[in-house]
């Protein structure tokens, strides 16, 4: 039996145990894993220093953080998330007990990227301890110093054998894939992406893919050029440019191009300084083999700002290039590196249609203080997300669903998100077994009679929600009548006098339920 | 090009258009829907009564009447459901619009079944519609007359290049697989169902698959056994059988196996007469492929009810097999027929082992008046859809998400999951160009001052929801003590 068979097996092992299930378990693996970015913060920033050329408060900021916060929100909300959830009755479900209920789905197949090593890895990895599963965890293998560190320290704080870590390039991989999960949670590249699609679909195994494309950026000539060229300076040159949700290429029209050129080289110098290969903020190409992929894309286009590097440093300095075109050799794939090209076009309407042209992307950006212009960017393009006038931060926010569409992706996570991407949502209808007759209508024989029962059963669509608040209207106006009654009275009773009172306050207080 | 690749051409073509969008050209869509079910109520009761010799009645109850209660619910519901829907906000997007924007996929291709040949190719058809979406329809070429009907009459009412009906078999099939969609739905079983998903792989193509599998029926002896076995039997042979959700064998006590098996055939006799082959409620099986493959799934078994037969009919009579053994022909496939085992288990310990030891199905039925009964059974076990003290029932609420899970399915839908599953759930931030100083704390040079500001702004989750309650709360006691000064006191 192979490495990998045997980290599955015992993974099911002992999820069938039960042990991961109930919430005391799943939080205290949760506090764990908060414990183990907390105590060792500086061997994940000196791996991530090593793969990446990251700083440490760069790590912080841009992987640990966001992994925190959704520990945290986890910790927080997972008895809520857990807990069944009650559905809307109808006529016939009138008297039953009628809910979803959140399930583990059982073991976990979360292969990371290297990019954000920890993030993208390990925030799916909260999602699936939320969730009750047992969970394996394949690191990338590109980000080497990172999967050692995870291989190394995780068994320290998670159990062993729920969570294992599975370290390993391609035919490791492949033999995992070979495995049954109940979910596999991929992110990288969409080629990827199909095989494991794929390799899942032997096993009826539901798959979440977080893929990426080229995201694109379109700036609206009458915005605030030097903002918005501040923000997407950041969000470019963040990682060196690899970032699943990077502008990946600037859309605008040919009069504010050279603006836009001097506006980032600006915000380059500002935050990078002068001498990026020498500023602490600034990160390296992950191997050579991408530094030479990078470097093969600047064939053809017109160097605006930068184009410095270094091989034996993997160092490539934040590059924009001018006057780009569709067929340039840059348009051609997924950057994912400090890129920056420039394409002109003649408005909203070219932009509109070059961005459909193309593969539905991860993100799409625009630029604009034009509201009516960003509707029309939102109802005549489709992509997994839309970010106005910044780059980046709808990652933040957990209450939006982070995931891709076509080629960039199927499902979602981030927040509950992930809890029920990693859940079985099971329905439940628990009915008595009495009221025998009123299910004669359903019985053979069919007759005309039934069938108008049944028609009316099952088509008259009772609000239940809205019979309930008009039940409490009705009571709160006799109360009020009660009240002004008294009130006509005008008893100094102070015992009437409260009773007055509280009546009144309750009768605001439910106004406000209703 | 084939005739399949020109469907599906088309259909891209005229979504491209942007006209399937609207929410009224939607709306008017899913009308002219129910004006097909109206209008057309008889041919379509014929041609399933050639297929499957269901009664109109029948037809009406278990295939028509869902679809227009979904239609109902979709017509009446669409525009909340198409709305932008907001999202709660944290302190960095306090003066943002932050909201998930609902938007079609683009072209869905819908893989019907042959065993409820409407409900279960037009049920998907109305979520697709609802979504926006264009949609090709390939219903079941098992069930000849209604394929038939389908190809005949859906263009007579929905537009004919955004929904088209492509008929044809297995080689039909492969030709549209190859096809690029948006979105694959299909409805059958588990061996197809591999096939489906990867090549729907190969074009990063999501997928809702809605498979089968042997729903376990357990029979707690405490329960009232009489009204659980007429709900058991009428789960089990509507439609012969052939319903994916349909239970699919007994589990319970050899004590009260004997008075199970009575209480069926109590059942059976009650809704399909003394000789349900001349009932016109009884049904027959599909074809002579399914006829034999049922047959002899009986061998070895030991008959305790029904058992007679005729090929030429395609009629089983609706049969009960007692003592059953796990290792038994007829405990090897999904049955979806009328053969009703029954397996003697020592109690639910033995019960919920032996389910587990199974693929998770699609419905697990169990039938006790003791809540801790069905309490366990629930927590010890997994399976699309969970339904106490009744069969199938669970299917006509609207609310409940139906589905499988594992090997009975992915996905879900019904109802406004219909409309989501078909849909894109769009992450929208809408930021303004200003506020430029709370972004300083995440651009380099990174110090920890920033870090620190960024960790404030990031780690504290404060639930807006209930500040603005505490907020409302505090300003009504200080009208109430205005109030309470002014007029009462």
Excluded at chain 1, 355 to 384: C, H, M, Q, W
Excluded at chain 2, 56 to 63: I, P, S, V
Excluded at chain 2, 130 to 142: L, R
Excluded at chain 2, 174 to 182: A, K, N, P
Aim: glycine letters at 8%; a positive charge.
């Amino acid at each position: 039996m192979s490495r990998e068979q045997l980290a599955v097996q015992r993974a099911r092992k002992s999820f069938q145990t039960g042990k991961s299930k109930p919430l005391e378990y799943r939080i205290h693996q949760l506090k764990s894993l908060l414990r183990f970015i907390t105590e060792r913060r500086r061997d994940i920033a000196d791996a991530v220093k090593k793969d990446l050329g990251k700083s440490a408060n760069g790590t912080e900021l841009f992987e640990t953080l966001g992994l925190e916060g959704e520990i945290k929100l986890a910790i927080e909300k997972l008895a809520e998330w857990a807990a069944p959830r009650p559905v809307e009755k109808n006529l016939l479900t009138i008297t039953d007990e009628v809910y979803v209920q959140p399930e583990p789905l059982g073991v976990v197949l979360i292969i990371g990227a290297w990019n954000y090593p920890w993030s993208v890895t390990l925030q799916p990895l909260v999602a699936a301890i939320a969730a009750g599963n047992a969970a394996i965890i394949k690191p990338s293998e590109v980000s080497s110093n990172s999967s050692k560190v995870m291989e190394e320290l995780l068994p320290q704080y998670l159990d062993k054998d729920l969570f294992p870590v599975v370290t390993g390039g391609v035919s490791e991989t492949q033999e995992l894939l070979k495995q049954k999960f109940d979910h596999v949670f991929y992110t990288g590249s969409s080629t990827v992406g199909r095989i494991v699609m794929e390799a899942a679909a032997r096993h009826l195994t539901p798959v979440t893919l977080e893929l990426g494309g080229k995201s694109p950026c379109y700036i609206d000539k009458n915005c605030d050029i030097s903002m918005a060229c501040r923000r997407i300076t950041w969000g470019k040159f963040v990682n060196c440019g690899q970032t699943c949700i990077a502008p990946d290429f600037v859309l605008c029209e040919p009069s504010i191009q050279s603006r836009v050129v001097e506006e980032i080289k600006k915000c380059i110098k500002e935050f990078y300084t002068e001498n990026p290969e020498t500023f602490e903020d600034y990160g390296r190409i992950i191997n050579q083999h991408h530094f030479k992929r990078l470097m093969g894309l600047m064939e053809g286009s017109t160097v605006a700002v930068g184009g410095g590097s270094d091989e034996s440093q993997c160092y490539i300095a934040p590059t924009v290039l001018q006057d780009v075109t569709g067929e340039s050799k840059v348009m051609k794939e997924e950057i994912f590196g400090p890129l920056l090209p420039i394409i002109t076009v003649s408005g909203v309407d070219e932009a509109i249609q070059f961005i459909n042209e193309r593969e539905k992307p991860l993100v799409l950006y625009v630029f604009s203080n034009d509201n009516k212009l960003i509707k029309r960017v939102i109802a005549e393009t489709s992509s997994g997300a839309l970010l106005a006038n910044d780059c980046l931060v709808h990652f933040t926010v957990s209450a939006l669903p982070f995931g891709g569409v076509g080629n960039s992706g199927m499902g979602c996570y981030h927040g509950l998100h992930g809890f029920n991407q990693l859940s079985h949502l099971r329905s439940c209808l628990i009915k008595q077994l009495n009221m025998e007759a009123f299910n004669n209508m359903r019985y053979p024989p069919h007759t005309d009679k039934k069938l108008g029962w049944a028609r009316f059963f099952l088509l008259k669509q009772l609000n239940v929600g809205r019979v309930r608040r008009m039940a409490l209207l009705a009571a709160l106006a006799g109360l009020a009548a009660f009240v002004v009654q008294v009130k006509h009275l005008k008893s100094t009773c102070p015992v009437h006098r409260g009773i007055k009172g509280i009546t009144l306050i309750s009768l605001m207080y439910c106004s406000t339920l209703v | 090009m084939s005739r399949e690749q020109q469907a599906v051409a088309r259909a891209r073509k005229a979504f491209e258009t942007g006209r399937s969008k609207s929410v009224e050209h939607r709306i008017r869509q899913l009308k002219n829907l129910q004006r097909l079910f109206t209008e057309k109520q008889s041919v379509i009761s014929a041609a399933v009564k050639k297929d499957l010799n269901k009664s109109e009645a029948g037809t009406q109850l278990y295939e028509t009447l869902g679809l227009e209660g979904e239609l109902n619910t979709a017509i009446k519901h669409l525009k909340e459901w198409a709305a932008p829907r907001p999202v709660e906000k944290n302190l960095l997007t306090i003066s943002d619009t932050v909201y998930i924007k609902p938007e079609p996929l683009g072209v869905v291709l819908i893989i019907g079944a042959w065993n409820y040949p409407w409900a279960v190719t037009i049920q998907p058809l109305i979520g697709a519609i609802a979504a926006g979406n264009a949609a090709v329809i390939k219903p079941s070429e098992v069930c000849v007359h209604t394929a038939k009907v389908m190809e005949d009459l859906l263009p007579l009412y929905i537009d004919k290049e955004l929904y088209p009906v492509v008929t044809g078999g297995v080689s039909e099939t492969q030709e549209l697989l190859r096809q690029r969609f948006d979105h694959i739905f299909y409805t059958g079983n588990s061996v197809v169902g591999k096939l489906i998903m990867e090549a729907a792989a190969k074009n990063l193509t999501p997928v809702t698959l809605e498979l089968g599998g042997k729903s376990p029926c357990y029979i707690d002896k405490n329960c009232d056994l009489t009204i659980a076995c007429r709900r058991v039997a009428w789960g089990k042979y509507t439609n012969c059988g052939q319903t994916c959700i349909a239970p699919d064998y007994i589990l319970c006590e050899p004590s009260i196996q004997d008075r199970v098996i009575e209480e069926v055939k109590k059942a059976i006799k009650e809704f399909y007469t003394d000789n349900p082959k001349t009932c016109p409620d009884y049904g027959r099986i599909i074809n002579q492929r399914h006829f034999k493959r049922i047959m002899n799934m009986l061998e070895g078994s030991t008959v305790a009810a029904g058992g007679d037969n005729e090929e030429s009919d395609c009629y089983i009579a609706p049969t009960v097999l007692r003592d059953v053994k796990p290792e038994a022909k007829v405990m090897q496939e999904e049955i979806f027929g009328p053969l009703l085992p029954i397996l003697s288990v020592s109690g639910l310990d033995e019960a919920i082992k032996f389910i587990n030891k199974g693929e998770k199905p699609l419905a697990l039925y169990c039938f006790s008046s003791d809540n801790k009964v069905i309490n366990r059974m629930t927590d010890e076990t997994s399976s699309g859809g969970f339904l106490a003290n009744d069969c199938l029932v669970h299917f006509s609420v609207g609310a409940l998400p139906f589905g499988g899970v594992g090997n009975s399915g992915m996905g879900c839908y019904h109802g406004k999951y219909s409309f989501d599953q078909l849909s894109h759930l769009r992450s929208c931030l809408i930021k303004k160009l200003n506020m430029e100083g709370v972004n300083r704390m995440r651009y380099p040079p990174h110090t920890l001052k920033k870090l620190g500001w960024a960790r404030f702004f990031i780690l504290n989750s404060v639930d807006l929801g209930w500040v603005g309650r505490m907020a409302l709360l505090a300003v009504m006691a200080v009208v109430a003590a205005v109030v309470l000064q002014y007029y009462l006191l």
